[in-house]
T-cell receptor, first 111, second 112 residues
Framework: RKEVEQDPGPFNVPEGATVAFNCTYS??????FFWYRQDCRKEPKLLMS???SGNEDGRFTAQLNRASQYISLLIRDSKLSDSATYLC????????????FGPGTRLSVLP | NAGVTQTPKFQVLKTGQSMTLQCAQD?????MYWYRQDPGMGLRLIYY???????DKGEVPNGYNVSRLNKREFSLRLESAAPSQTSVYFC???????????FGSGTQLSVL
């Protein structure tokens, strides 16, 4: 079983739609969780960290379910500019060398 | 702010050739990393340097060497390139007090 799994998509949604991605992880000792965004042929950039109680940043909401070992990302009111690949990242500590990247979920927001 | 700068952006090699990928950061970060990204797979850590003067192997170090030249620069060397090393390579850095990784713009490497 892969350490971090994501549905590769693509998710094709109309502008204004709400879309959600899930990511499952296998290491129950994982302590840190993130969503990164990667535009086509560009570098990944941190979108948001995921905290135990869940957290929100504008139109983006992240949730963590430790019991089922998954994290989710909800995007409300999708914009064309949200089209990208979303990478789930899980670490068993806060040191970068112990981060495991998922393969990513591709989102296309259509006009 | 330049952030993390990688060179070159593109490179084509023949099997057996050698090359060095350069990476420099201007954010005074202690930790630096080299990843490779292949289709359908997550970024995989090749080598990292937790601080100036130290380097350690990551998940996929075979066929690569690194040098942490100073606090700013972390280079990745392919001594004898193989087609399996065709990939996109990303350098990243991180401040010790933060979990956030800052990535360079990547190097597209093709080995024929």
């Amino acid at each position: 079983r892969k350490e971090v799994e994501q549905d590769p998509g693509p998710f094709n949604v109309p502008e204004g739609a709400t879309v959600a991605f899930n990511c499952t992880y296998s290491n129950s000792a994982s302590q840190s969780f993130f969503w990164y965004r990667q535009d086509c042929r560009k570098e990944p950039k941190l979108l948001m960290s995921v905290y135990s109680s869940g957290n929100e940043d504008g139109r983006f909401t992240a949730q963590l379910n430790r019991a089922s070992q998954y994290i989710s990302l909800l995007i409300r009111d999708s914009k064309l500019s949200d089209s990208a690949t979303y990478l789930c990242v899980v670490g068993w500590d806060n040191y970068g060398q112990n981060f495991v990247f998922g393969p990513g979920t591709r989102l296309s927001v259509l006009p | 702010n330049a952030g993390v700068t990688q060179t070159p952006k593109f490179q084509v090699l023949k099997t057996g050739q050698s090359m060095t990928l350069q990476c420099a950061q201007d954010m005074n970060h202690n930790s630096m990393y080299w990843y490779r990204q292949d289709p359908g797979m997550g970024l995989r850590l090749i080598y990292y340097s937790a601080s100036e003067g130290t380097t350690d192997k990551g998940e996929v170090p075979n066929g690569y060497n690194v040098s942490r030249l100073n606090k700013r620069e972390f280079s990745l060397r392919l001594e004898s390139a193989a087609p399996s090393q065709t990939s996109v390579y990303f350098c990243a850095s991180r401040d010790g007090g933060s979990e956030k990784l800052f990535f360079g713009s990547g190097t597209q490497l093709s080995v024929l």
